[in-house]
């Protein structure tokens, strides 16, 4: 689906039906998160003039689900990238309704969002995802240190907030460079 379609599912489900109930806070959430970054965020001049000179054909399909934390931070960055691409598209698969996922495990898990890059032909060029590796890390150090699970939360979007989105650039910067 496009970011339309995405968008609609979005604002259908915050009418319930279609997640669970406890979801719902997540839902209204990261509906605001995405927006806002989507309103806020550029890419940096150096990975505009990066993408310019991309000519290689590419299909970026996006996991995602609504209600995912970490893909309200990351989706709409990664969106903002592409754009800027002269010869990619995209799409946006929701995880729980396709089994796409089964073949992206992280760890044995279905952790979102997770990008598959495809060349003309379809064949995977990356894929990156659920985290940059410095949220990853972060992620895995309070997991350890046994913080709850609220806190944890907290502590990951307190840090998406300060990054901006610059990890997630710069890290599908050096993939574009490795596979274009």
């Not at 839902?27 to 605001?32: A, E, F, G």
């Not at 990664?78 to 799409?91: D, Q, R």
């Not at 150090?141 to 990951?156: D, I, P, Q, R, T």
Request: charge should be negative; aromatic fraction near 10%; proline fraction near 4%.
């Amino acid at each position: 689906m496009q970011l339309k379609d995405y968008l609609l599912h979005w604002e259908k489900s915050l009418n319930g039906g279609i997640y669970p109930d406890e979801y719902a806070s997540y839902l209204s959430l990261n509906l605001t998160r995405f927006k806002r970054i989507t309103k806020t965020f550029s890419p940096s001049q150096a990975f505009i003039d990066l993408a310019s000179d991309v000519k290689k054909k590419s299909h970026w399909i996006i996991i995602t689900e609504p209600w995912c934390g970490d893909a309200a931070q990351s989706v709409p960055l990664i969106l903002k990238l592409i754009e800027h691409l002269p010869n990619a598209s995209y799409t946006l698969e929701l995880r729980d309704q396709g089994t796409l996922i089964d073949h992206y495990l992280t760890n044995g898990g279905k952790g979102i969002p997770k990008v598959i890059v495809r060349d003309e032909h379809g064949s995977d060029m990356f894929v990156w995802g659920p985290r940059t590796e410095a949220a990853q890390r972060l992620f895995n150090e309070l997991k350890a240190e046994g913080v709850e699970l609220k806190v944890l939360h907290e502590s990951l979007h307190a840090w998406y907030a300060k990054d901006h989105g610059q990890s997630l650039e710069s890290e599908l910067t050096v993939l574009i460079q490795s596979f274009f």
